[in-house]
């Protein structure tokens, strides 16, 4: 069986968490990590499963304004790196490219402040809805990864990330194995 983790990421937090991810998923799934930019259609086509996730930007989704402030505050804050594929696209023009998943297996993450998602959003939730919008099955409720306000993961968020993935990668078999 084959696994796809896509993401978008800034800082690298996103990027962190979808290698975390995808080491989770390793044990029962042929696992590949992919950039936003890197994930075209002919590359998901065999992919069983299909995890998505991207960084919180103004409660949801990142967009083009929200990439470019955060692309702004990296050059002033030398605390702050782009991530190397924080110059490509956003999920939000990848969903209008991605077509249908034919009912194969999704999950959907996000990174997100540690904060009340009241206060914070979640990115996690649209990108769910998008898959399923695209006919994916999604096997896993939107989960949301947490990063300090010094944009560093919370400790403990990583090894979540792989326990995550570990249970996803359960519930994919299954769905994959009744299909």
């Not at 937090?13 to 995808?22: E, G, M, Q, S």
């Not at 998901?44 to 949801?60: E, F």
């Amino acid at each position: 069986m084959r696994a796809v983790v896509v993401y978008e990421s800034m800082y690298g937090n996103t990027h962190a968490i979808a290698d975390h991810i995808a080491a989770g998923l390793r044990d029962r799934f042929d696992t590949d990590v992919l950039s936003v930019d890197s994930a075209t259609a002919n590359v998901l086509i065999d992919a069983d499963l299909i995890v998505v996730g991207g960084p919180t930007h103004v409660h949801g989704l990142s967009s083009s304004t929200s990439r470019r402030g955060a692309a702004d505050a990296a050059e002033k804050d030398d605390g702050l790196e782009l991530d190397p594929a924080a110059e490509g696209g956003g999920l939000r023009d990848w969903f209008h490219h991605l077509g249908d998943g034919r009912h194969r297996s999704a999950a959907a993450f996000d990174t997100r402040f540690d904060a009340s998602p009241i206060v914070t959003g979640r990115a996690s939730k649209p990108i769910a809805k998008r898959l399923a919008k695209h006919h994916f099955e999604l096997v896993a409720e939107p989960e949301s990864f947490l990063v300090d306000r010094d944009n560093r993961l919370v400790d403990g968020e990583a090894e979540r990330a792989e326990e995550w993935s570990r249970e996803l990668a359960g519930a994919a078999a299954t769905a994959v194995s009744a299909r």
